[in-house]
């Protein structure tokens, strides 16, 4: 008979809702960028009226390939396009109205902007999603039931015919006054005018990979400027709202425009988030654990104006760098103690760089220790932890000290820290790293802890 000197321990249970596949595939690419590009871009508006002559659309010079570039390069790991706006002018050809760039004078009502973004997209490796504004001011039958086949119908067409779609935007602004038809009222609908269940089922029969916001999967942060609220839990719609004890895993996405104004307006050329702005919400979306969708929006030759696009870049090469480095790689690190002493949730998972191996503690225990023992005494000023969400949420409140000469000084505290906190603090040098977990829902289970330098400004 053998007797097995080591039994291997079973994993922690599950707490709480956790992620969908698609949701974590989502929340791995971390930021996107919104384009919020339509009628309005040629009319100088937010909102259009819906009274727009199609004449109107008529970018000059239209490179899908610029906007993509841009896109790509900065590090976004896809772009949501806005194929239809409130004013309920369609940037592709739709066969369900007359309302479209096939009666506009660009490219002889040849051109299909979806197409063109989405090929390039797809060509350049880019993950490609649609927002299609569910209140439409242009519809003559808005607010009837019609409306909603003719809705669905498009949302077919956009998921259909332009290849693997990653997200699906449902903006909330809904109703009031508009042009519908000629009709020149106000309508006001009702919380279940638009049938949303079927709609999510045909979205997740057409496309069963993409995200729906504003739907079953991401929710709306709560505002435009960029910046979560903290704690930001990434558990919503239950008993609790807002806590880490509700029961559906949705977490949040930070919407925020590089300019004011969601479209293109030449009077907001001097108005662009400089790199340090853009930096900032950064750390204060994606920081938080949620997603950042920054829009960055096409003028009206057809691309990315060029104050946009560098420092769209210079930002997107700053977070490049500065994750490129992990100053805790190789450290030396311990536990105040380790699941059943079991190799495989060893604290070294944690400066592995990885998310998909972790350090935990025996059930029941809810507060815990690590500390990186670094190889020399070194500099940072940002800290990245992340718990291994398809466990679900457990940490509640953490200290992060740090140790220079024998001497342990707290130098930062939070509280939810989900797919990933990153704390900016003031630059430290350190011999010695340690995460105090304070409170727990459930036994704690960390993936990463990570140093870095953010170059000074
Ligand atoms: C809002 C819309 O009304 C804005 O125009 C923009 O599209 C923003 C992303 O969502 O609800």
Redesign the pocket.
């Known amino acids: 008979m053998t007797i097995n000197a080591f039994a291997a321990v079973p994993p922690p249970a599950p707490y709480g809702p956790v992620p969908s596949p698609r949701q974590l595939q989502w929340e791995r690419g971390q930021m996107e960028a ?1 384009v ?1 590009f339509g009628m309005n871009t040629f009319t100088n508006k ?2 259009g009226y819906g009274d727009e002559s199609p004449s109107l659309f008529n970018p000059t010079d239209f490179d899908a390939n610029q906007i993509v570039g841009v896109i790509k390069k900065a590090g976004f790991q896809g772009l949501v396009l ?1 194929c239809k ?2 004013d309920g002018f369609c940037l592709w050809p739709s066969k369900y109205t007359e309302h479209s760039v096939k009666n506009s004078p660009w490219m002889d009502g040849k051109g299909d902007v979806v197409r063109l973004i989405s090929d390039a997209c797809h060509k350049q490796g880019l993950k490609f999603g649609v ?1 299609l ?1 569910p ?1 439409d001011r242009n519809r003559a039958d808005y607010g009837t039931p019609s409306y909603i086949t003719y809705y669905r119908n498009q949302l077919r067409e956009l998921l259909t015919n332009y290849g693997p779609i990653f997200e699906v ?1 449902f ?3 809904n109703g009031g006054d508009g042009y519908y038809g000629g009709a020149r009222t106000t309508r006001t609908i009702n919380g279940n005018y638009y049938d949303w269940a079927n709609t999510y089922k045909l979205v997740r029969e057409l496309q069963p990979n993409a995200v729906m916001f504003g739907g079953p999967d991401v929710r709306w942060v709560g505002n ?1 400027a960029g910046y979560a609220p903290d704690p930001c839990w990434e558990t919503s719609e239950g008993p609790e709202v807002g806590t880490n004890k509700s029961n559906a895993w949705i977490p949040a996405e930070c ?1 925020v ?1 590089i300019r004011p104004g ?2 293109y307006h030449p009077q907001e050329d001097n108005q662009v988030k400089t790199v340090s702005q853009l930096l900032d919400i950064y750390f204060n979306s994606v920081g938080k654990g949620c997603n950042l969708i920054l ?1 960055i929006p096409p003028d009206k030759e057809g691309q990315i104006y060029p104050t946009d696009a560098k420092n769209v870049d210079e930002f997107g090469s700053i977070i490049r760098k500065t994750f490129a480095k992990d100053i805790a790689k190789g450290a030396t690190v311990t536990a105040s103690e380790t699941r059943g002493n079991d190799p495989r949730y060893s604290p070294s998972n944690v400066v592995k760089g990885g998310r998909n191996s972790y350090w935990c503690t025996d059930d029941g225990v809810t507060t815990a220790t690590l500390t990186l023992k670094l190889k020399k005494p070194t500099t940072f000023n940002v800290v990245r932890i992340m718990e291994y969400i398809p466990l679900g949420q457990r940490v509640e409140a953490f200290s992060l000290d740090y140790e220079q000469d024998g001497k342990w000084t707290e130098f930062a505290s939070g509280t939810s820290v989900g797919y990933q906190r990153l704390l900016r603090v003031p630059e430290i040098t350190a011999d010695a790293v340690r995460l105090r977990i304070t409170k727990s829902a459930a036994s704690p289970v960390i993936s990463d802890i990570g140093l870095f330098q953010l170059p000074g400004e």
């Open positions: 919104f919020h937010e909102w806005t706006h409130h927002y504004s209140w935007w903006d909330g602004a435009e919407d425009s969601w479209f829009n």
